[in-house]
């Protein structure tokens, strides 16, 4: 069984949630990867989304942006990304997911990223610019890997390619909850409640919910409905303002709920 | 050799192209590329087409011998395909009115668009006037400093046009600010694309708008000189004026074709957008395609000196073409695009755009190698009104 599978496995038994933060490579230096995954997953995280920064970010809204565009400044590169991971991957005991555009994996060359980052302990990759129809392009060999293909569906996707995309299989199926780009809201669409429970009843795969998560009630909230959540811009925001204590705060939402229960 | 069909149903030209999109975008697409199937298919979209294109904007436009012109070139006959004479001053307004036709049909009543000189700008904001659309440009900072006239005519038409600050502040990172606010408006706005680029079915849908060009051209010649030309010239940015161009001849194997990209400064310097000539495949706003970019993947900034070519990718057909060597491409610098848009202007009265002035600058080149015996159409593919405040600035501090 792989590390995301026993994660979920792990936090069914307890019957809890699963927190996903997101950070973005780089952002602060590539140095401080190591410190930032230790203390994530010292702040309960069941798994971590590692962020690849890309000139041309279609689907971030503007904190990951910037974000981005600092990792860049800063001279990171996929290449020093899967090395660093690699170096610091017996330290962290959580799944490493691997969050990056297509054109940096196409530019490293696709069978080669794919033995470096199984080299590296990598446990799955999103790739938010390949829908289905398109992962033909890598798939395959992520598959033979052992590397997990973690897939999107949103609000736009009708039920019949959800089910479809969910059948896929891989880690856990990623909701997007609002009809956009990344980055913190104050509301949501009225239909998601109804939403994320037609995903989690279809989805034979754990169901994440992501994008315009920041706070506990929203996370409290969505949870009813899926198995944890993923949050980018609100954690990639305390990280860089250093607000480690309300992050770890933020990140305690699902262990406060258990205590309550 | 079998007919020319690509792209195929998965919109690859051969492995160009494809549909690299967040999935927020999937049904979007793929309904719109549904609904053009639908309409190819309805005589009165096409009559409706036709009708615009005649009455307003003004087609056909003439194949115009320009005589002077072949003289100071010393060998081919020159013809200009005049898109320069379309109404709003380019070719874009073909594909304007096709899209925005078809967003009417599909019941979307908002569109928005990217825009680089402002030309497909101001030709999306006419059709958006003329149709009734609501209408949001999005345009680099860079752009809008460099083509303001072009920003009042669009807000003029009613437009509203939202400057772009992200990244190069340049047609790319408008293409990436209009992709995120149809990802988060897709449910009634249409994303009215100006070029043969972004996923399938935009790089299809455009050329087949856009090949009306290279139909007419192909007629005219016939009519007149009762064969083919033997070659047909066109810029590219992102390819649409080139494509449309291209398109209808790309089964008659003797009729050479050449696409003419910007060297800006020149191609061994890290400021031109050659793409075809100096870049290498990989994935951008939708569509695997020549691309320039550093060996990390990360897209690198274009230059030109006209804002219409400043594009970092170049559309899949064109980057097909290239490898299976139907087209030629080749690369024009500032200079001599500069040159060409005064030599057209003293020679024919005409004032080309900077953007069709590399395609007028290749041909001279191009009609002194095949010799007078041949013939060669250049796309004009747009008027340099735009253009005259940019090039007396540059003329007055001096050529660089």
């Not at chain 1, 297509?102 to 490293?108: D, G, K, M, S, T």
């Not at chain 2, 999109?21 to 590329?33: D, G, S």
Request: charged share 25%; glycine share 10%.
């Amino acid at each position: 069984m792989n590390r995301i599978e026993q994660t979920f496995q792990a936090l069914k038994k307890d019957d809890t949630k699963a927190f996903v933060p997101y950070i973005m490579a780089g952002d602060g230096g590539l140095d401080c990867l190591e410190e930032r995954l230790v203390l994530l997953e010292k702040f309960g995280a069941a798994a971590v989304e590692v962020g690849v920064p890309f000139s041309d970010p279609v689907a971030d809204g503007p904190t990951i942006q910037q974000a981005g565009i600092r990792a860049l400044n800063n001279g990171t590169t996929l290449k020093g990304i899967v090395g660093k991971i690699a170096e610091i991957r017996k330290s962290v005991k959580i799944p490493i997911i691997l969050m990056t555009y297509l054109n940096p994996i196409y530019a490293y060359g696709i069978t080669k990223f794919v033995q470096d980052i199984q080299k590296a302990g990598v446990d799955g990759c999103i790739i938010p610019d390949m829908p289905v129809e398109e992962e033909e392009i890598i798939e395959p060999e992520l598959t033979e890997a052992g590397v997990e293909l973690i897939r999107l569906v949103t609000l736009t996707t009708p039920l019949e390619r959800i089910k479809q995309i969910a059948a896929k299989g891989d880690g856990f199926l990623y909701t997007v909850t609002v009809k956009g780009i990344t980055g913190t809201r104050n509301e949501f669409d009225g239909n998601l409640n109804a939403y994320l429970k037609a995903v989690k009843e279809v989805s034979p795969i754990p169901v994440l919910a992501g994008f315009g998560i920041s706070t506990q009630e929203q996370m409290l909230d969505i949870t009813k409905y899926c198995d944890g959540v993923v949050v980018g811009s609100k954690i990639v925001n305390l990280l860089a303002e250093n607000k480690l204590e309300e992050m770890e705060n933020l990140m305690s939402v699902f262990k406060q709920k258990t205590n309550m229960a | 050799m079998t007919a020319y069909t690509l792209p195929n149903e998965t919109g690859r030209f051969g492995k160009f192209g494809g549909r690299f999109v967040p999935e927020t975008l999937m049904k979007a697409i793929t309904e719109l590329a549904d609904a053009y199937e639908m309409a190819k298919q309805d005589p009165t979209f096409h009559s409706q087409i036709q009708a615009l294109s005649k009455d307003y904007v003004g087609r056909e436009t003439p194949l115009y011998f320009a005589e002077n012109l072949t003289k100071y070139a010393g060998g081919a006959k020159i013809y200009l395909k005049r898109e320069d004479l379309n109404h709003t001053g380019a070719h874009k307004i073909n594909n304007a009115i096709g899209q925005a036709l078809l967003a009417v049909r599909m019941g979307k009543k908002k569109i928005v668009a990217e825009t680089g000189a402002g030309q497909h700008g101001v030709a999306t904001a006419t059709v958006c006037a003329l149709l009734n659309l609501d209408c949001i440009i999005f345009m680099g900072e860079e752009d809008i400093k460099r083509q303001e006239l072009n920003v009042f005519r669009m807000e003029l038409l009613g437009a509203k046009v939202v400057s772009v600050t992200s990244g190069s502040s340049t047609l790319k990172d408008a293409v990436n600010e209009a992709l995120r606010y149809w990802v988060a408006n897709v449910e009634d706005t249409h994303y009215l694309l100006g070029s043969v680029s972004g996923p399938h079915p935009f790089p299809m849908i455009v050329r087949d708008f856009q090949s009306v060009i290279g139909k007419e051209t192909k007629d005219q010649f016939l009519d007149r000189n009762h064969s083919l030309p033997d070659a047909v010239v066109a810029c590219i940015g992102g390819g649409s004026n080139a494509m449309g161009m291209f398109y209808p001849f790309i089964d008659d194997e003797e009729v050479e074709l050449h696409g003419v990209e910007a060297a800006g400064r020149g191609i061994d310097t890290p400021f031109h957008a050659a793409s075809l000539t100096k870049g290498k495949p990989g994935v951008l706003h939708g569509a695997l395609m020549y691309l320039l970019q550093n060996e990390d993947g990360q897209i690198q900034e274009a230059h030109s000196v006209s804002a219409g070519l400043d594009y970092p990718g170049v559309g899949p057909e064109h980057s097909y073409l290239k490898e299976i060597g139907r087209a030629n491409y080749h690369s024009i610098t500032d200079q001599e695009a500069l040159d060409a848009f005064q030599l057209l202007s003293k020679l024919e009265g005409i004032i080309p755009a900077l953007e069709s002035s590399h395609a007028v600058a290749y041909c001279l080149k191009l009609a002194a190698q095949l010799g007078s015996e041949k013939n060669i159409v250049v796309c004009l593919s747009g008027r340099g009104d735009k253009d005259v405040d940019a090039v007396r600035a540059r003329l007055k501090g001096g050529n660089q």
